[in-house]
C-alpha cells in the first residue's frame, strides 16, 4: 500500500507522527508473530532522533560498480563500516568485535579576503586538525556533486505578503542547481509540514512552495531538527542542506537553540558523515531582533554555511542564486579520526593559495565521536 504524504500532512498531521506511522506498519510487517499480536504502538511523544526502520544493504550485486583501477572513489559513498573479529590479547578464545574507523566527510567552501570563492585549489593546499592535532587527507574531491537539499520556509502569519516572492526566488535556486539534486519542502508555522518529500520535479516543488497558510507561531527549531532528521533518511546522497527562510525568531519550540546545533553536526557512529550545511535567510523587514538574527548566524556557522539578512525582498533572488553557486563550488575532504575523548571535537581546515596566501574556509566546525563497540 502506498501512503501519499503530502496528503497525509496536509490533513494536519506532523513529520514525526507520519514518521511514528511508518515505524508502526514496518515492525508490523517484519515481525513474524505479527498475525497473532498487535504491532508495538509508535512513541506517545515527538522525538526528533526517531525515525523508521533501516532497510539492510543491498548484496554486492545490486550496487553500483566499483570504479577501474586507479579511480579515486567518491568520499563518503562507502556503506556502514564492517565489523571485524579479533581475538582477545588473554588468547582464552574468546572473540572482541570491534569497528573500523570511518571516514568524516567535509564539503567546504574557499574564498579570498575579497570574497571570492576559489575552486582551483588541489589536495596539497589542504591541511585538517581535530582539536589541533593534524589529520592526514584520506579522500579529495572538487566537483559538482548531487546534492539532498531541505527548503524550510517559515509559514507564520507575519509572512504571508512575502511568500510570492520567497518562494519564486526558491524556485530560482532549484532550477540553478544539480539537475540530480533531491528537494524536500518543509511549511513551518507552530508545526512543520512536510509538503514534498525528496524528488527532482521542478512542478512538483512549486506546488509544495504555495502550500501557503501563514498563520501561528514560530517554531524554527523544531523545524530544523525535523528536518535534518529527515535529510538523513536519504542514504544515496551523503552531501545534505538546508535552506531555512524566516522573518522572525523562534518562540515555539521545544527544542533549544543548543539542541538544534548539537543534532546539525556529525556523528561518527553507525551513520556517520550525516552533518547538514545550513543556508540561512533571515527577512529582517519583519521584525527579527537582535537575537533573531544571532540565532540564524550560530546555527549557519556551525555547519559551515552563512546567514544572510536581506534588507528588502528583492535582494533574496539574487541570494538564493548565490546559495546555488556556493553549494556547487564546494570541495569533498574526508578523513578518519583516531581515537578521541568523549564529547565535541573540534574541526579546523585550512587552506593555501598561490604565493601561501591565506584563504577562508567554510565547513563543519565539529563532531561527535559514535560510541564504542563493547
Same mark, same amino acid.
Request: neutral net charge; proline residues 7%.
Given at each position: 500500500?502506498?501512503?501519499?504524504?503530502?496528503?497525509?500532512?496536509?490533513?494536519?498531521?506532523?513529520?514525526?507522527?507520519?514518521?511514528?506511522?511508518?515505524?508502526?506498519?514496518?515492525?508490523?510487517?517484519?515481525?513474524?508473530?505479527?498475525?497473532?499480536?498487535? %504491532? +508495538? =504502538? &509508535? *512513541?506517545? @511523544?515527538?522525538? #526528533?532522533?526517531?525515525? /523508521?526502520?533501516?532497510? %539492510? +544493504? =543491498? &548484496? *554486492?550485486? @545490486?550496487?553500483? #560498480?566499483?570504479?577501474? /583501477?586507479?579511480?579515486?572513489?567518491?568520499?563518503?559513498?562507502?556503506?556502514?563500516? #564492517?565489523?571485524?573479529?579479533?581475538?582477545?590479547?588473554?588468547?582464552?578464545?574468546?572473540?572482541?568485535?570491534?569497528?573500523?574507523?570511518?571516514?568524516?566527510?567535509?564539503?567546504?567552501?574557499?574564498?579570498?579576503?575579497?570574497?571570492?570563492?576559489?575552486?582551483?585549489?588541489?589536495?596539497?593546499?589542504?591541511?585538517?586538525?581535530?582539536?589541533?592535532?593534524?589529520?592526514?587527507?584520506?579522500?579529495?574531491?572538487?566537483?559538482?556533486?548531487?546534492?539532498?537539499?531541505?527548503?524550510?520556509?517559515?509559514?507564520?502569519?507575519?509572512?504571508?505578503?512575502?511568500?510570492?516572492?520567497?518562494?519564486?526566488?526558491?524556485?530560482?535556486?532549484?532550477?540553478?542547481?544539480?539537475?540530480?539534486?533531491?528537494?524536500?519542502?518543509?511549511?513551518?508555522?507552530?508545526?512543520?509540514?512536510?509538503?514534498?518529500?525528496?524528488?527532482?520535479?521542478?512542478?512538483?516543488?512549486?506546488?509544495?512552495?504555495?502550500?501557503?497558510?501563514?498563520?501561528?507561531?514560530?517554531?524554527?527549531?523544531?523545524?530544523?531538527?525535523?528536518?535534518?532528521?529527515?535529510?538523513?533518511?536519504?542514504?544515496?546522497?551523503?552531501?545534505?542542506?538546508?535552506?531555512?527562510?524566516?522573518?522572525?525568531?523562534?518562540?515555539?519550540?521545544?527544542?533549544?537553540?543548543?539542541?538544534?546545533?548539537?543534532?546539525?553536526?556529525?556523528?561518527?557512529?553507525?551513520?556517520?558523515?550525516?552533518?547538514?550545511?545550513?543556508?540561512?535567510?533571515?527577512?529582517?523587514?519583519?521584525?527579527?531582533?537582535?537575537?533573531?538574527?544571532?540565532?540564524?548566524?550560530?546555527?549557519?556557522?556551525?555547519?559551515?554555511?552563512?546567514?544572510?539578512?536581506?534588507?528588502?525582498?528583492?535582494?533574496?533572488?539574487?541570494?538564493?542564486?548565490?546559495?546555488?553557486?556556493?553549494?556547487?563550488?564546494?570541495?569533498?575532504?574526508?578523513?578518519?579520526?583516531?581515537?578521541?575523548?568523549?564529547?565535541?571535537?573540534?574541526?579546523?581546515?585550512?587552506?593555501?593559495?598561490?604565493?601561501?596566501?591565506?584563504?577562508?574556509?567554510?565547513?563543519?566546525?565539529?563532531?561527535?565521536?559514535?560510541?564504542?563497540?563493547?
Amino acid at each position: 500500500m502506498h501512503f501519499g504524504t503530502t496528503g497525509f500532512l496536509r490533513s494536519g498531521l506532523k513529520i514525526s507522527a507520519v514518521v511514528a506511522v511508518l515505524c508502526a506498519i514496518g515492525y508490523a510487517q517484519n515481525t513474524p508473530s505479527a498475525q497473532s499480536s498487535p %504491532a +508495538a =504502538p &509508535p *512513541p506517545a @511523544a515527538w522525538d #526528533p532522533d526517531y525515525g /523508521p526502520p533501516r532497510t %539492510a +544493504a =543491498p &548484496p *554486492p550485486s @545490486a550496487q553500483e #560498480p566499483a570504479g577501474q /583501477p586507479g579511480e579515486q572513489q567518491p568520499a563518503g559513498q562507502d556503506q556502514q563500516a #564492517p565489523i571485524t573479529a579479533e581475538k582477545s590479547s588473554d588468547d582464552s578464545g574468546r572473540f572482541v568485535f570491534r569497528k573500523q574507523v570511518q571516514e568524516i566527510v567535509l564539503h567546504a567552501t574557499v574564498a579570498d579576503e575579497a570574497g571570492r570563492l576559489v575552486t582551483s585549489l588541489d589536495r596539497s593546499a589542504f591541511s585538517i586538525s581535530v582539536n589541533n592535532v593534524p589529520e592526514p587527507i584520506t579522500s579529495f574531491r572538487r566537483e559538482d556533486v548531487p546534492v539532498a537539499l531541505g527548503i524550510v520556509i517559515d509559514n507564520s502569519g507575519s509572512m504571508r505578503d512575502k511568500r510570492e516572492k520567497v518562494s519564486q526566488a526558491v524556485l530560482n535556486l532549484i532550477r540553478a542547481s544539480n539537475p540530480q539534486d533531491e528537494v524536500f519542502v518543509v511549511n513551518f508555522s507552530e508545526t512543520p509540514f512536510l509538503d514534498q518529500d525528496f524528488t527532482s520535479d521542478v512542478g512538483l516543488l512549486q506546488t509544495a512552495l504555495h502550500q501557503v497558510s501563514s498563520r501561528g507561531s514560530t517554531a524554527l527549531y523544531d523545524a530544523v531538527v525535523a528536518s535534518a532528521v529527515h535529510l538523513r533518511e536519504n542514504p544515496r546522497l551523503t552531501k545534505k542542506v538546508l535552506l531555512v527562510i524566516t522573518d522572525g525568531q523562534d518562540n515555539m519550540s521545544q527544542e533549544t537553540l543548543q539542541d538544534a546545533i548539537r543534532k546539525l553536526q556529525p556523528n561518527q557512529g553507525t551513520q556517520p558523515n550525516q552533518g547538514a550545511t545550513i543556508y540561512a535567510i533571515g527577512l529582517t523587514s519583519g521584525g527579527m531582533t537582535r537575537s533573531g538574527r544571532e540565532a540564524l548566524q550560530s546555527l549557519a556557522k556551525s555547519t559551515g554555511g552563512v546567514a544572510f539578512f536581506p534588507k528588502s525582498l528583492d535582494e533574496v533572488d539574487e541570494i538564493t542564486r548565490t546559495v546555488a553557486h556556493d553549494i556547487r563550488s564546494q570541495y569533498t575532504l574526508a578523513f578518519k579520526p583516531g581515537p578521541a575523548k568523549a564529547g565535541y571535537q573540534a574541526i579546523h581546515v585550512e587552506a593555501k593559495g598561490p604565493a601561501r596566501t591565506r584563504l577562508m574556509v567554510r565547513t563543519q566546525s565539529g563532531y561527535y565521536p559514535g560510541e564504542a563497540v563493547r
